[in-house]
Nanobody, 124 residues
Framework: QMQLVESGGGLVQAGGSLRLSCAAS????????MGWFRQAPGKEREFVAA???????YYADSVKGRFTISRYNAKKTVYLQMNSLKPEDTAVYYC??????????????????WGQGTQVTVSS
């Protein structure tokens, strides 16, 4: 069992930056693949970024070059550094985790654990 708690959301102007954090419980954090998803009002939850336990990273095309996912296993925390934010990045951002495995890390169904979400609002 794993619990995830996101933090770091807020209101920022377009072009600004935010860093989201996701703190995990459990003793085997390093064995989990971690992902970030987001959901805007009236839209489906979509993939943002993921990092496998081995360190490989993946990004949605819409955030590539602007967002960076990282993890600090000793602190059981995964981060999402968001730069050059745009109004279309406005959404609730969710952290997700799954026991490390093969297969896609960009699909919602691939993850077993979810945080409660943190709101990110980018003003124009």
């Amino acid at each position: 069992q794993m619990q995830l708690v996101e933090s770091g959301g807020g209101l920022v102007q377009a072009g600004g930056s935010l860093r989201l954090s996701c703190a995990a419980s459990g003793r085997t954090f390093s064995s989990y693949d971690m992902g970030w998803f987001r959901q805007a009002p009236g839209k489906e939850r979509e993939f943002v970024a993921a990092m496998r336990s081995g360190g490989n990273t993946y990004y949605a095309d819409s955030v590539k070059g602007r967002f960076t996912i990282s993890r600090y296993n000793a602190k059981k925390t995964v981060y999402l550094q968001m730069n050059s934010l745009k109004p279309e990045d406005t959404a609730v951002y969710y952290c997700a985790a799954r026991v490390s495995g093969s297969g896609s890390v960009s699909q919602r169904y691939a993850y077993d654990y979810w945080g409660q979400g943190t709101q990110v609002t980018v003003s124009s």
